[in-house]
């Protein structure tokens, strides 16, 4: 499966972006999703994740309640609604799939987008 993100920008503090992962070659409903970010100077984290087939999702515990993930099977493509943004928040965000279960881990996941830049400004 190929993944292309898209979305991603520059937004001041409180502000909201939707981030989208469209997938192509495969169904995405078949995958666990997961968006994952890495802010410069620091590793990749684990943001949020939807199983595959249903909607049971995860999330890190800094982005509960501001972020949503969701799937739209019929435009294959997994979504990241972000709200109330900090300047924490800024970072290259990457979507990720793996063909099976999943959760936070990097290595979990098989297939990786290219990245898009969110920036948040204070």
């Known amino acids: 499966v190929q993944l292309v993100e898209s979305g991603g920008g520059m937004v001041q503090a409180g502000g909201s972006l939707r981030l989208a992962c469209a997938a192509s070659g495969r169904t995405v409903s078949t995958y666990t999703v997961g968006w994952f970010r890495q802010a410069p100077g620091k590793e990749r984290e684990f943001v949020a994740t939807i199983l595959l087939y249903g909607t049971t999702t995860l999330y890190e515990d800094s982005v509960k309640g501001r972020f949503t993930i969701s799937r739209d099977n019929a435009k294959n493509t997994v979504y990241l609604q972000m709200n109330n943004l900090k300047p924490e928040d800024t970072a290259v965000y990457y979507c990720?799939?793996?063909?099976?279960?999943?959760?936070?881990?990097?290595?979990?996941?098989?297939?990786w987008g290219q990245g898009t830049q969110v920036t948040v400004s204070s």
């Open positions: 990720a799939a793996v063909r099976g279960l999943a959760t936070r881990a990097i290595s979990e996941y098989s297939y």
